[in-house]
């Protein structure tokens, strides 16, 4: 038996895992949560780069599993995201919370080795299924609704894309995972398709709407999969595809002006996972390769600094059953690990040096520098400002600090707190020593992070951004709101008008019944009454009547023949 | 807490049994004076150490810009190589996105029951 014979996609041992996971004992069940994704991981580290496992689906030959670094570098995250996530959950979780989240990330490491477009489209649907369920686990009536609107979305997603994907390969013959050229109707549609799980203008909006509602454990999943996947599906399908970056800033600028306008701690979260997605397709558009290994590197680090954010505000949410920022703050005093890993994954997420985020976000902004885009890097710049505003100080400052709720929760479960550490420690270790990541990425890294200037530049951007927080501070007062999206015209102008029409529709009813059915029915009982077995012209009448009757006939002619 | 029910107590530990939404910090302790430590505002929040912090942020602030005399800023563009541009900049763009935040809300913020009450 060859190597090749015995060879399965790696995202097997993650499913069979979620089918295990219900079905284990309840203290075994910890283990294997992190010893699937570990083995998931033994697995992904041993695989030689091209094409490893094909096979005949329809006519077609599908490339079940490809390897390449970028692929190898994802499906790692993908797997450790699962690995910290299971672990963090697994006390809190829901059974089928976990078991739905391991399926998830066996559907987000499948996407990564996907050599061709219909294992990609399989595996990505596979996701849309179990996110939902993810989302659904947060087991109240709002994550049951949002959970159908998230599915919904991602399911029309799915369709847009299996459309582009049959027109490719129909136009072109291949299916091939390849850079494709966006001069078909088709390829747009594969675009479409990705973009929609990328969280892009105009349907941004799903995952504010949908990711805060899951349990305080789920949302940490949800922040890791769908739109990274699809990061690295744009990576593999559309580099260098310059609308990408005109995408890709607009979800900056609306993932920061959002989050500032949000009060609801995870929701500020959800806006920011917008924000970097779109520092992460901006890099994309540009791509060089500086760029391209800048989005594979920040996809990285975003991963774990997202989720430990939404670790620490899984933690407070879990302590104090609290959400608002207008209901915390202060918990510094009480939740001091919590805090303090909170603020470390604020940090990276700014992309604070010495930090994870500042290795690596800077190398998409230097993309954009080096090709001299000037009003792209003036963005991102002036973005990177923004980030440490909405997520670096708002985050925290509302949470842990500002007006003291008078809230003393403890810090959260032991596992909790060292996968919360844990994450923590490695956005520092990523940040100090970047060339851990470095060795790894797609292309040739020459990039070095850490000179006199660059540290300056981004220490004197991201304090005085942090001035400008706390100089504008009365005008961030929290409310108690929401803010409009586009998910308005599904959520609100969807509902009304569809009363509306049904208001309609039963008024036309009624008139109906007025003008057509009451009369259409009075016709019938009148022949009824007239001419039915009773009515009086049909009924059998006795003889005796009939008598009276002819008597009565012949009376009247006797008289009037008389008369006359 | 008040809001809390108390007939369903939070079992945390109790592998995979799941908590049920509301029972979520269902035994957080509240103090009712949450300024006061031992009658005292915490060292943090005291007034004194606000403006001891305030002072520092302002030094640390200076040497950023400061620094720049003595380490050559690399400029890819007409104005990023002027004296102290990150720290204008930075400032400048965060409090415009602060005020177009605070505008943009006066038409699309609504009350947070918006989409309950349908």
Sequence with gaps: MTISELMFPPAFIMIIGAMLLPVVRDSFRPVLLVLVPLLTLLMIWNLDDGVLLSARFLGYEVELVEASNVRRLFATIFAL???????????HAKVAELSAAMAYAAGAVGVSFAGDLITLFLFWEFMALFSTIVVWCGGTEEARRAGIRYGIMHLIGGIILKIGIEGVA???????????????????????????????????????????????????????????????????????QSVLIWIGLYMIFYGIIYALMENDMRRILAYSIVNQVGFMVVGVGIGTEMALNGVAAHAFSHII???????????????????KC????????????????????ALAISAFPYTSG?????????????????????????????????????????????????????????????AMIFFAAACVLIGVFPQILYDFLPFEATYEPYTADHLVTQLQLLLFAGLAFFVTLPLMKRTLTISLDVDFFYRRLGPILWRAF?????????????LVVKPSKSIPAMLLRYHGPEGPLARTWPTGSMLLWVTVLLVVILIGARLL | MSEQPDEIKAVPGR????????????????????????GKPHWLVRASTIKILWWVFSVILALTVLAQIFVHVHAYFALDGYFGFYAIYGFVSCLGMVVFAKLLGVFLKRPDTYYDDL
Aim: contains cysteine; hydrophobic residues 50%; glycine residues 10%.
């Design chain 1, 81 to 91: 995201m699962a690995m910290i996530g299971g672990f963090f959950a697994f006390r």
């Design chain 1, 170 to 240: 129909i136009q072109t013959g291949s299916i091939e995972i390849q850079a494709l050229q966006l001069e078909s109707f088709a390829t747009w549609m594969i675009l479409i398709g990705i973009l929609i799980n990328a969280a892009a203008p105009p349907v941004s909006a799903w995952l504010s709407d949908a990711y805060p509602e899951a349990s305080p454990t789920g949302s940490v999943f949800l922040s890791a999969f769908t739109t990274k996947t699809a990061v690295l599906a744009l990576w593999l399908l559309f580099p260098g």
């Design chain 1, 305 to 323: 600094y997202k989720a430990l954010l939404l670790m620490s505000a899984g933690a407070v949410m879990v302590q104090t059953g609290k959400r």
């Design chain 1, 326 to 345: 207008t209901d915390l703050g202060g918990l510094y005093r009480t939740m001091p690990v919590t805090a303090v890993c909170g603020i470390i994954g």
């Design chain 1, 358 to 418: 500042f290795i690596s976000k800077s190398m998409i902004s230097s993309g954009a520098a080096y090709e001299q885009y000037a009003f792209v890097w003036y963005c991102l710049v002036a973005a990177s400002a923004g980030v440490f505003l909405h997520a670096g100080i708002k985050f925290p400052w509302f949470v842990f600090f500002q007006k003291d709720s008078g809230l003393r929760p403890k810090d959260p479960s032991w596992n909790m707190q060292a």
């Design chain 1, 502 to 514: 049904e208001r309609l529709v039963k008024g036309l009813g009624d008139l109906l019944q007025a």
């Design chain 2, 15 to 38: 592998a995979g049994k799941g908590l049920v939404a509301n029972e979520y910090g269902a035994d957080c302790p509240r103090v009712e004076t949450p300024d006061l430590v031992d």
